[in-house]
């Protein structure tokens, strides 16, 4: 009978030891919800969103535009963007006043230097 106690106890001490050895799995934390949105709004860029002559009268038509600091650019959407980025865009010319809101996009290259290509629009709360 002692020898029975004696063999459990060595085994029980050398499964722990074991166990202690075996590498840990590192637990990443899982970010918040709060997180990710702050994340993903990281890539906007706070803007005002209008009509190229009646708010920022900068030219001769009506077309959408957008005030990126201080530079005036006309909107154009990307394929990729979403059904709601493509209303509020068409529905920004002839506005009296500007709106706020975060884009996604990308300036046009050096070719057409007052274009705006949108990815996404966020409209300000």
């Avoid at 709601?84 to 068409?90: F, G, I, P, S, Y």
């Amino acid at each position: 009978m002692k020898i029975l106690i004696a063999v459990l106890l060595v085994f029980a001490f050398a499964s722990t030891a074991v166990a202690e050895d075996a590498p840990k799995k590192e637990d990443k934390p899982t970010p918040a919800k709060d997180e990710k949105k702050d994340e993903k709004a990281k890539d906007f860029i706070e803007t005002e969103i209008g009509c190229f002559r009646c708010c920022f009268k900068a030219g001769k038509e009506c077309a959408p535009a957008c005030r990126i600091d201080g530079k005036i650019y006309i909107l154009k959407v990307l394929d990729t963007a979403d059904e709601k980025t493509k209303k509020v865009v068409e529905t920004c010319s002839g506005k009296l006043a500007a709106k706020k809101a975060k884009i996604k996009g990308k300036p046009a290259e050096d070719k057409e230097p007052h274009w705006y290509y949108v990815g996404e629009l966020l409209m300000a709360d």
